[in-house]
């Protein structure tokens, strides 16, 4: 196992550079990161690299004790990144301007092919409260009882179950009592009320009793109310399962939990939040989450975007591996996994100040760390510099089809979140106009069912001031799936995605 | 800026889809090219209200650009303009042939600007490739005000119409 940092890429210099090499393009780096004169987030966290190398390169002994080790090393690429932006020419403009940047990360195609199985360290942090009484709980049971029969020997298995009670009723460790463990759900009951944090703490401690860099540490949260008093206190958790390399993805059964709330726990960690809107789909979501789990290549991955101090970063929404809108204003951010085959994507929202010289002009640094499994690669890590063109005579080119495909869906779930935030100031017509606007533009994209749910709350709204809540998840959580439809285009036929459309079973009044 | 064809609303330079009503703003001309285009004061009114004034009275005169080509044309138009190509039979008043009509779908006899009261419109006269105003395609013989700045397309042949 490995520390598997580039202290040469962190710079940007040739292995063989001079001092003089060194010390100019730390100079260089400086003046654009250095957290005097760049207050971005971001730039913080890559100028301590920057510093550190420079620190170790700059000092003849330190620099030798570093080759030394690093010619021990085995070279080689783990995963490539690509960084298109929206525009390669920008115009001269006295005026701030949006770009937007799509950060594509892929694994290494020959290791991705021989690369092996991957093992699971999994916590299911399972809702039993009185609400779940019912088709509910038992089709969790029928779920749970699937996934220990999916997994290997080799895989670690916790179960956890609260209400306002928290209970550990299947102990960390490798699975292999398969009967044991399949009763142990079996006798789960529903009472009481929910209290997530408490669930959520003991799943925690499960999981970091085995967790490894070698293994997928992940918890599943599946809920279906509000948890009482204490989201701040969870949200704190997720922040700290990040720390340690913990997953948490977060399913909400039915209308009455917390969206917000799910969304931003699973973002924090790098997961999935879902929408499950029938008791019949819960075993399907929760096999395909699963499934999805093992066919990680690396996991936390995390992304850092060190923009040049006269850019902002806007908006942030992860496209692969499944859609989740993501915290700009935290630096680095968890993607999570890249999965064998696959492609983790994340598209930002720039804003660059005013321009008046025409010319080359450096944009942003993307550094992209993950662990690779199976290679027991720690830290692996790819920089990107991007830079375009900025002209008087910028004629405005065809966007890159991949960033208006995601973009034409994501203004979609933004029209929606609008509408929602309208609705919280309490401006009721804002909110009509923009779930109006939505129904228009739903329909005109083929998508009939959203658009009616999307009429339907229009109608809802300026008549009760209010959207209904499966109407709400319906339409956040629909526009959500829109993204993952297509946005792998190597793959068009996966169109009829293996999950639910939270569309389905949406009342529709006339 | 980039003006919203849909809402109207104010977007900033490299939005691609409006930012209030998600509207494409593929294909919209920013101010940002009627500045550079255009030198007089009048720009000045146009940036604050986003939209190029709609106003034509009978001194005004028209200055269209059409795109790839140096040389403006500048008119007084009658109560009718009509544009398309030559033919036996037909003399539009605009003649676009020199500019690639023929090659970029443009009707002998494709769209038309008209004179009402202090201001112009612009109508489709059934052409066979349509003719967009800032983006969105005119239902025939159905007069759309025209502004000053607007982006006009006959077929595939981009122009720019000016006020002066």
Known sequence: MSNAQDLYAVLGVQPQGSTEDIRAAYRALARRLHPDVNSNPGAATQFRDIAAAYATLNDSMERQKYDMARKR??????????????QRVLPVLGEPQVLYLLVELLPERSRSIQHAETHLNLTLVLDQSTSM?????????????QIIEQLSDKDIFSVVTFSDHA???????????????KSRITMMQAFG???????????????????????????????????????????????????????????????EWNDTFLDQLAGRTGGTSEYINSPMAVVRFLNERVRTLGQSYAERVTVSIAPDADIKVESAFRLMPSAQPVNAEVDPIQLGALQIGGTTSILFQLQIGPMETPGFRSLLRVDVTGDILREQKIGYKVIADTSVEVS????????????MDALSKLTLYRIQEKAEQALARGDVREATRHLENLATRLLSSGQAELANAA??????????????????????????LLLEANTDATDATNTTEPKASPGEGTQVIK | MKICPNCQYSNREGILFCEDCGQSLIGTVSTLTRELKKGDTGQLNL??????????????????????????????????????????????????????????GVSRVHAAIRRGDDTLTLVDLGS?????????RLIPNQPRILRDGDEVRLGKLVLHVYFK
């Open chain 1, 392 to 403: 008087e005579t910028a004629t405005m080119e065809e966007p890159p089809l991949a960033i």
């Open chain 1, 133 to 145: 009484k019912g088709p509910r709980l038992e089709r969790v049971k029928v779920a749970a009882h």
């Open chain 1, 73 to 86: 090393e085995t070279a080689g690429s783990y995963f490539t990144l690509r960084v298109t932006p929206s």
């Open chain 2, 47 to 104: 940036k604050s209200s986003g939209w190029g004034t709609a106003r034509f009275n009978s001194k005004s005169s028209i200055i269209i650009h059409i795109r790839d080509v140096a040389e403006p044309i500048v008119m007084q138009p009658e109560a009718q303009l009509v544009m398309g190509r030559t033919d036996v039979n037909q003399m539009p008043d605009l003649d676009l042939t020199q500019y690639g009509a023929q090659e970029k």
């Open chain 1, 193 to 255: 009320g929910t209290e997530i944090h408490q669930g959520l703490s003991k799943g925690l401690i499960e999981n970091q009793r085995h967790a490894n860099p070698g293994y997928v540490n992940h918890i599943i949260l599946l809920t279906d109310g509000r948890t009482f008093m204490d989201e701040q206190q969870t949200l704190e958790l997720a922040d700290k399962a990040a720390k340690d390399g913990i997953g948490i993805s977060a399913m909400g059964i039915g209308d």
């Open chain 1, 455 to 480: 009429l339907a709350e229009a109608k809802r709204v300026a008549n009760t001031n209010l959207l209904s809540s499966e109407g709400q998840k319906a339409l956040k959580y629909g526009t959500r």
């Open chain 2, 128 to 136: 066979v490739n349509g003719t967009h105003l800032n983006g969105q």
């Open chain 1, 167 to 181: 209970e550990v009723i299947l102990k960390a460790a490798p699975m292999t009592d398969r009967p044991g463990a």
